[in-house]
């Protein structure tokens, strides 16, 4: 017991020593904030030149600078705040004419950083950008700015949140349209909103208990405070895994893309599927049974998903008659495929199955069908420009009925039949897996995020588990998850999270 309420005791002491370390680093960062004039090149360099450059400058000096630069136009320009002032610009020193520009003036506290705040749009050529820096270096007072210093003061200021600081940076490092989107949920605060309800939840939740604590006996509070107590934090912990496993969907999918796996029997028309959805000679088509032996992989970009398609060995069981070595080695590989995949197209040859009025199907697909939930898998029925005689479609339906065989989708590969029909449901089901609306889709995590909210997951375990036992614990380890969404939504920060963030920002930002 004493050992546990030292642990405690330290851990409210980090806790604590934490807070301090914040409060001096807002206090440090204010006085720099103050203390000096920042600014940098906001557009990329390219050695050829560009069109524009954008110079921002941030900081009390900043109606100065304009001044200086553009022959005491300053008072001009300050009476047309986010208006567009096309203005010459020269070396203060020689009055020497550098370009001529557009001025954009944002007085605080309505700018970026929350400073007095100014951009020079001028031409984009090397020799104009580095006579500007040079000039702008050059005058009393300003500095070049550091590696995301302007976001920096705009999350000092008050202008933003830590989960939005984290969005831009992603935002403005995002090369593909699934980082974008992910970029986007920090960005427009709907992270930032869904943690705070956490966290206001836990505070409400921690203050009911300890007031039970403290006063339940003298108040004759009811025991079933705690139940519904317990019931709260079980939902909570509930929606955070939800949460942290739907990030981690999303993070394999923006890492190794949706993969979807063609599996089926020897000769059903895998190969030609993927051919066919690829629009490219993928892999080898033909009548001989076991021509596929490795899964062969192709790439496409569905709707903005990165979507990797793999053929795959037909399924034949171990006893099967007629089976080499190298064919077991590519069965074993589709299995696993199979196991791996977020979705399986199973393809059945609709001719064997009216041939034989049943389906007919190895023990390892049924396993693979067994295992799978039926949202990660598509029934494609192929062949079936093979049935044209009367009824003999309707009767194969009626076997797959009874096989059942949840919404098969009809085709054929070789007439093109159906198949739009296939693409738009394979479509739809990507769009099921990786999230159907747009909260869904944008409204995951990065790698700290998840770090901070598997702590607040364990310690609401631990908190349930000390329900029934010791409820001054369960107080403290509700505090703790509270402390681990407060580290999340910038509320509790050190300058470790800060300096790590910001050291993935550009200069101009
Ligand atoms: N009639 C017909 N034949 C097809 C169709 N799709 C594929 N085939 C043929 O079936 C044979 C096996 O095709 P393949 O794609 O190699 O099957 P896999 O073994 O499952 O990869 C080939 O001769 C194909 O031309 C189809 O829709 N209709
Ligand atoms: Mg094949």
């Known amino acids: 017991m004493f050992k546990s309420v030292q642990k405690m005791f330290l851990r409210n002491l980090k806790i604590h020593q934490t807070a301090i370390k914040t409060i001096e680093l807002i206090q440090k960062c204010s006085f720099e904030s103050s203390a000096s004039t920042i600014f940098a090149l906001s557009t990329n360099i390219k050695s050829s030149g560009s069109a524009i450059a954008v110079i921002r400058v941030s900081g009390d000096k900043t109606l100065n600078v304009i001044n200086s630069i553009t022959k005491g136009k300053a008072d001009y320009i300050r009476s047309k705040p ?5 203005n010459d610009y020269v070396d203060p020193k020689t009055n020497e004419l550098i370009d001529k520009g557009m001025t954009l003036w944002f007085p ?5 950083t929350g400073e007095d705040l100014c951009e020079f749009h001028v031409h984009g050529s090397l020799a104009v950008i580095n006579k500007m820096l040079s000039v702008l270096n050059d005058i009393h007072g300003c500095r070049l700015a550091k590696e995301g210093e302007f976001t920096r003061r705009a999350l000092m200021n008050g202008k933003l949140h830590l989960i939005q600081a984290e969005g831009i940076r992603d935002l403005i490092n995002a090369r593909t349209e699934n980082q974008r989107r992910r970029a986007l949920g920090g960005l427009s605060g709907m992270l930032d ?5 956490w966290r206001e939840q836990i505070i409400k939740s921690m203050a009911h208990l300890e007031a039970f604590i403290d006063f339940g006996e003298d108040e004759l509070i009811d025991d079933s405070v705690v139940k519904e107590l317990s019931e709260n934090i079980r939902n909570l912990k509930k929606e955070i895994d939800q949460h942290i496993a739907n990030t981690k969907l999303k993070s394999d999918l923006i890492k190794d893309g949706f993969r979807v796996a063609i599996i089926g029997q020897a000769n059903v028309g895998k190969s030609s599927l993927i051919n066919k959805l690829s629009e490219k000679d993928v892999s080898i088509i033909s009548p001989i049974s076991g021509t596929t032996r490795d899964v062969v992989e192709t790439w496409m970009d569905i709707d903005g998903n990165c979507v990797c ?3 795959t060995a037909g399924i034949k069981d171990s006893n099967h008659p007629h089976i080499d070595p190298i064919e077991q080695q590519g069965i074993q590989k589709a299995i696993q495929r199979a196991k791996e995949c977020h979705l399986i197209i199973l ?3 609709a001719s064997d199955v009216y041939h034989h009025k049943k389906l007919i199907i190895s023990n390892h697909l049924k396993k693979i069908i067994d295992e799978k939930h039926k949202s990660e898998l598509l029934y494609l029925i192929n062949k079936i420009d093979l049935l044209t005689g009367k009824n003999e479609r309707q009767e194969l339906e009626s076997i797959l009925i009874a096989n059942k065989i949840q919404k098969p989708i009809y085709v054929s590969c070789m007439n093109n039949e159906g198949f739009d029909n296939f693409v738009q449901n394979f479509k739809q089901q990507i769009e099921q897996s990786v999230g159907n609306n747009e909260e869904d889709r944008i409204s995951f995590s990065n790698e700290r995020h998840v770090m901070h909210l598997a702590e607040t997951s364990k ?3 631990i908190t349930m588990e000390n329900f029934d036992k010791d409820l001054a614990i369960s107080s403290f380890h509700m505090r703790q998850a509270s402390y681990h969404l407060g580290c999340l939504t910038g509320n509790i920060t050190t300058e470790h999270v ?8 550009c200069i101009g930002k």
């Open 108 to 112: 605080r506290p309505k700018s970026y």
């Open 498 to 505: 800060l300096d790590v963030l910001f050291k993935d920002f």
């Open 309 to 311: 398609i793999a053929d």
């Open 347 to 349: 393809v059945i040859d």
């Open 82 to 86: 986010r208006h567009a002032c096309l």
């Open 459 to 461: 310690e609401f375990t």
């Open 193 to 197: 909103h869904k943690f705070n309800r």
